[in-house]
């Protein structure tokens, strides 16, 4: 009997990643919160978000005085 090769193993098993919140491996297909593990993740993110956690920094533009 001869061994799978790599390629059709990989078609085999399902795709996992890691969840964006809790670190979680999660399997991508046929997920309904991707990218997230679960709705209670998605949620917490949801949260942070409309909380504005998530901010870049930005410098001001030399016209930010102007508009005050």
Do not use: H
Not at 16 to 38: A, G, I, R
Not at 42 to 65: T, V
């Amino acid at each position: 009997m001869s061994k799978p090769t790599p390629t059709a193993q990989a078609v085999s098993r399902p795709k996992s990643y890691p969840c964006p919140q809790c670190q979680k491996l999660t399997v991508w297909q046929d997920n309904p919160y991707k990218p997230f593990c679960s709705d209670r993740c998605k949620l917490i993110d949801l949260g942070a978000w409309a909380n504005e956690d998530y901010k870049l920094p930005a410098q001001d533009s030399p016209f930010s005085q102007d508009l005050e």
